[in-house]
Nanobody
């Protein structure tokens, strides 16, 4: 089973930027869609962004659209989440996830679409 390891989280002031990385242990991810989710204290996990295995289609939650960008480098087995104009409400643990099906045409949008998860990285945005 592929292992996913997130990094890049930290403490940042509102309006700042962070780039999260998700390094996969296997090249297999190039055949799978990838996603980012987040979970704030006391809240349910929510979808943030996803990118298709072919890199040609992305999707975003309305709350981050225009501020966050998901991308991937299949040669390096890495998926990124560039987060700009951060807000205190972006504070959460961020998780990357691997689609449960290879070469899926549609983008995953819920946790049920993803089969492997990283351990998460904390992002804290101060006001």
């Amino acid at each position: 089973q592929v292992r996913l390891v997130e990094s890049g989280g930290g403490l940042v002031q509102a309006g700042g930027s962070l780039r999260l990385s998700c390094l996969a242990s296997s090249r297999i991810i190039r055949d799978y869609g990838m996603g980012w989710f987040r979970q704030a204290p006391g809240k349910e996990r929510e979808f943030v962004a996803a990118i298709r295995w072919s890199r040609d289609i992305t999707s975003y939650a309305d709350s981050v659209k225009g501020r966050f960008t998901i991308s991937r480098d299949n040669n390096k087995n890495i998926v990124y989440l560039q987060m700009n104009s951060l807000k205190p409400e972006d504070t959460a643990v961020y998780y990357c996830a691997l689609d449960s099906e290879p070469s899926r045409l549609r983008l995953g949008a819920t946790g049920a679409d993803f089969g492997s998860w990283g351990q998460g990285t904390q992002v804290t945005v101060s006001s």
